[in-house]
């Protein structure tokens, strides 16, 4: 069982926005400003999306965000591509140099 | 361009060590800005930090409590790689071990990561 309760499953059509929720506790996602984003393609590595809540590293498409509302986080990815299609992990820093990661959630471009 | 290159056994016995090696290009295990992370994913435990070693004027490590009794993390400066050691494996071990780097501006996250290493634990 995950640190990070994630929902299993997302869905959108191709031009649709879609948000995944990530909740933690007043430890971890509510506690720092140090929740990240990943994105995995089956077979790959994870990529990072979201860094530190709401920063996107150099070359990922301003078409993905991150937000964080007490102990939850969000990741929207908007105008949704065929290429969006992969799981989605959070990750949080829960302190005592410690990170945890949710469950991670299938997104389907539909 | 920085990338990190796997090595190591995909196959380990049980109450065996599992080990693994982490191989640097474009940045250095000594960096002053970086640290050097084993991350693991299995579909039991999703993905599950393991530790980490990093250099700020000497040398340190962090470890996972959950494995903390059974893992050592070792920098080699001399081959710019550093290494995963976990012992008295048992098959809840069973995983795809990932070496992974938090980069300078980049907060706590992952920017880089090795290609992964499935590695089995079974007789």
């Known amino acids: 069982q995950s640190a990070l309760t994630q929902p299993p499953s997302a869905s959108g059509s191709p031009g649709q926005s879609v948000t995944i929720s990530c909740t933690g506790t007043?430890?971890?996602?509510?506690?720092?400003?140090?929740v990240s984003w990943y994105q995995q393609h089956p077979g790959k590595a994870p990529k990072v999306m979201i860094h530190?809540?709401?920063k996107r590293p150099s070359g990922v498409p301003d078409r993905f965000s991150g937000s964080k509302s007490g102990n939850t986080a969000s990741l929207t990815v908007s105008g949704l591509q065929a290429e969006d299609e992969a799981d989605y992990y959070c990750?949080?820093?829960?302190?005592?140099?410690?990170?945890?990661f949710g469950g991670g959630t299938k997104l389907t471009v539909l | 361009q920085v990338q990190l290159q796997q090595s190591g056994p995909g196959l380990v016995k049980p109450s065996q060590t599992l080990s693994l090696t982490c191989a640097i290009s474009?940045?250095?295990?000594?960096?002053?800005?970086?640290?050097w992370n084993w991350i693991r994913q299995s579909p039991s435990r999703g993905l599950e930090w393991l530790g980490r070693?990093?250099?700020?004027?000497?040398?340190?490590?962090d470890y996972a409590v959950s494995v903390k009794s059974r893992i050592t993390i070792n920098p080699d400066t001399s081959k710019n790689q550093f290494s995963l050691q976990l012992n008295s494996v048992t098959p809840e071990d069973t995983a795809v071990y990932f070496c992974?780097?938090?980069?300078?501006?980049?907060?706590?996250?992952?920017?880089?990561w090795g290609q992964g290493t499935m590695v089995t634990v079974s007789s």
């Open positions: 992974a780097r938090e980069g300078e501006g980049m907060g706590t996250a992952f920017d880089i």
């Open positions: 474009g940045d250095s295990v000594s960096s002053n800005s970086a640290a």
């Open positions: 070693t990093y250099y700020r004027s000497k040398w340190y490590n």
């Open positions: 007043n430890s971890d996602v509510g506690g720092y400003n140090y």
């Open positions: 530190e809540v709401s």
């Open positions: 990750s949080s820093y829960a302190g005592s140099n410690n990170w945890v």
